[in-house]
């Protein structure tokens, strides 16, 4: 099983990155799949996923409306569209994808696969 990250960097405040996550090992589109991010010296959080069962994506409340969470099963690939960032939404950002069919939180019990996770820096 492989995920693996791309499209992080540094931007402005108010600009935008989209990251990408293409997979391998396992049958992609069965499974759900999310990102989260940890910033500096904080712990581990979940910024979006997307129930397999029946589409419904689900997103924490400081990314409503800026981030966009979407998946292409052709390509076994998950993106995450961030625009209008801000100085708080730098951190290292991971990719995940979980054998459960519907996710009920962000608990990283639901999510046994993992990327190396790209750094997203934001500036003010």
């Known amino acids: 099983v492989q995920l693996v990250e791309s499209g992080g960097g540094v931007v402005q405040a108010g600009e935008s990155l989209r990251l990408a996550c293409t997979t391998s090992?396992?049958?992609?589109?069965?499974?759900?799949i999310g990102w989260f991010r940890q910033a500096p010296g904080k712990g581990r959080e979940g910024v979006s996923y997307?129930?397999?069962?029946?589409?419904?994506?689900v997103y924490i409340d400081s990314v409503k409306g800026r981030f966009t969470i979407s998946r292409d099963n052709a390509k076994k690939a998950m993106y995450l569209e961030m625009n209008s960032l801000k100085p708080e939404d730098t951190a290292v950002y991971y990719c995940?994808?979980?054998?459960?069919?519907?996710?009920?939180?962000?608990?990283?019990?639901?999510?046994?696969?993992w990327g190396q996770g790209t750094q997203v820096t934001v500036s003010s």
């Open positions: 997307i129930n397999v069962d029946d589409n419904s994506a």
């Open positions: 995940a994808a979980s054998g459960y069919g519907t996710v009920w939180n962000f608990t990283s019990k639901y999510f046994p696969y």
């Open positions: 090992g396992f049958t992609f589109e069965a499974y759900s």
